[in-house]
């Protein structure tokens, strides 16, 4: 799995990948193990959702976008932090909270389609390099699990474009509301 920088690309590589494309119309058994999954990391309270990204950087500032869509919704015991690209700046923050669980959300290409989407605990990112953060993403999930005495977990979106440009493609944008809808259902219901 590559994860986009500024400067080219980042890697990670996985133990696993699951992949969920925003192609597909109807769910198969990936799509609904990671929706599952997704959900399921959804029912932790307190729950700290932390975005990643570059909103100048098209596709990698989907997270902006779903942290204020959470936000706007102002569900219980969930703290949306956007952390732009510098998260690690977040890490004391986040485990003063005392979460239940951390999902952070950001962009990776892993070798998917674009509009993809994947779910990972922090033990499945086996290698990063090359990263644009201070604090690759595996250190700091493990810092906060440390910390916080609480799982990290990661949702990633397969970018189209991360060129400068501070629109999302149709394909992610697509990925985005669903992922949103999916979200958002979720903690209604955890109420």
Known sequence: MTRKSEAGSRSVTSRRQRTVSSETSRPNTEQSRAINELKSILRHHPLVI???????????????HLVERIKKSKPKDVHCIWGSTMPENFVKPISSLSPSAVLICDS????????????FSARDITDESAFTHRMPLRMMAHEIEERAKCPVFFLFVQPKNIEFSDELTPIVRNSLDKIAHIMLDALAAAQ
Not at 108 to 119: K, L
């Open 50 to 64: 932390l975005g990643v990204g570059s909103e100048l950087r098209g596709d990698d500032a989907w997270t902006y």
């Open 108 to 119: 990776a290409d892993f070798g998917a389609t674009p509009g993809s989407y994947n779910v």
